[in-house]
């Protein structure tokens, strides 16, 4: 339980860089240089497990090893199960190809008329602009392509892309994606969302980036006037577990949202790390509480070597069926599966209804009782029902 104990009031502070001045410490180009990159770095900080060094020696064939200090220090290094390590440092599973997963498992490329924009749904675009991130998620859905491990050799043209995006007026929204859009220096973001504000068709951008997350420290008032500027810009953040919502991510979110941000969270369900009903919802809470409403919760991509991080989508459903009713409405997060192969976001719900027919619906509520609903039908009543449990059939 101890990784859900409310630390949202709590800064991180500098943790294994103590002797880094704070000027230094605050500088996200610091971070980024100073970012945790091999096993060499890895074993000063802390002792590998044997099934991390055998993640750690495949990773530079697969997605590149990267963590920023800041971040690095989440990580518990007495615990091989911390979930913050989970997610960021490779483990053997990353080496095995099981059934069913695939370089490209929704199919992007296919859905891709020009290099950087996958083009699925008929009103708006995904327009991945990098293939950087300031760090890399073990079970990242793009992991053919960011970091460029694979030699996949992504270059992302942006003027190709603004052409295609001006060319399509059924285009309106916009989905800056990657790899990570706020790695972008602030001079080519302005100009991209400047690019993209001046086509008429387009009336939503949105940006998707877990930096607010891996480096706070890049949300700065440089970069929110460029998001006031041009706004409303919303963002999709990233957190899969409340350890990561610290103070310094709750500073960067009120920072954003004072500029104008609406922001939604985007987890993805993972085994080990966020497959509790418990952790889910200290997690959503704790969103709320730093103005970020969740957003989707993803059953995992099937990517190649991430079986190890595969949770059973009815452990999926179940923990939407404790938070629905169970707590704040804007707490719960909408659950998809991304069909294999290009099918687009497909809700998952739990079932609450029972049955319908021409003359009710049978349902039951959030504490599993039964209740229904007249559908159609003559009306027999000849006055309001004053009965205060009509519709109830069965508490259970
Ligand atoms: C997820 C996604 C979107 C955005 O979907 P929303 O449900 O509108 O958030 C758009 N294009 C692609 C290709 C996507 O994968
Ligand atoms: S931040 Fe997003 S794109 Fe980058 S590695 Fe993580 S999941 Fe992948």
Redesign the pocket.
């Known amino acids: 339980m101890s990784y859900i104990e409310d630390k949202s009031e709590w800064y991180e502070g500098q943790g294994h860089w103590q002797h880094v001045p704070a000027e230094q410490w605050q500088d996200w180009t610091w971070q980024l240089k100073n970012r945790i990159t091999n096993r060499e770095q890895l074993e000063h900080y802390m002792t590998l497990t044997p099934d991390e060094k055998a993640g750690v020696a495949f990773a530079g064939q697969k997605l590149a090893l990267s963590i920023t200090p800041y971040f690095f220090n989440l990580i518990d290094r007495d615990d091989p199960n911390c979930p913050i390590r989970l997610q960021m440092i490779p483990r053997e599973g990353e080496t095995k190809v099981s059934a069913g997963e695939m370089l490209d498992s ?1 199919g ?1 490329d296919e ?1 891709s008329p020009v290099s950087g924009v ?1 083009h ?2 008929p009103d ?3 327009f991945l602009v990098t293939d950087r991130c300031a760090a890399y998620c073990r079970y990242c859905t793009r992991s053919r392509m960011v970091s460029n491990a694979q030699d996949y050799n992504f270059h992302p043209e942006y003027e190709q892309g603004l052409r295609y995006i001006e060319s399509h007026p059924e285009i309106r ?1 916009v ?1 800056l994606s990657g790899g990570d859009p706020l790695l972008l220096s602030d001079r080519k973001l302005e100009h991209l969302l400047a690019r993209l504000r001046e086509i008429p068709h387009v009336e939503f951008i949105r940006i998707g980036s877990r930096i607010p997350v891996f480096l706070p420290q890049r949300i700065t008032p440089k970069l929110t006037e460029i998001f006031k500027k041009y706004g409303p810009i919303w963002m999709s953040i990233h957190v899969n577990h409340p350890r990561e919502a610290t103070a310094e991510l709750r500073d960067a979110c009120e920072r954003l949202s004072f500029a104008g941000v609406p922001l939604g969270n985007q987890s993805v369900l993972l085994a080990g790390v966020n497959d509790d009903a418990d952790v889910m919802k200290a997690l959503v809470h704790r969103l709320l509480r730093m103005r970020v409403r969740p957003y989707y919760l993803y059953q995992m991509d099937l990517i190649t070597g991430g079986s190890h991080f595969k949770v059973d989508v009815r452990k999926g459903l179940e923990i939407i069926r404790s938070l629905r009713g169970h707590t704040t409405g804007y707490a719960v997060p909408q659950y998809v599966i ?1 069909a294999p192969g290009g099918g687009g ?1 497909v809700p998952l719900n739990p079932d609450y209804i029972e049955q319908i027919t021409d003359d009710e619906v049978v349902f039951r509520n959030y504490e599993g009782n039964l209740h229904r609903y007249p559908l159609g039908g003559e009306s027999t009543a000849t006055a309001p029902s004053q009965d205060p449990n009509y519709g109830l059939i069965d508490a259970s």
Do not use: G, N, P
Request: avoid cysteine; aromatic fraction near 8%.
């Open positions: 929704l992007e859905h996958v699925r749904y708006r675009v995904l929204d989905l991304d976001k």
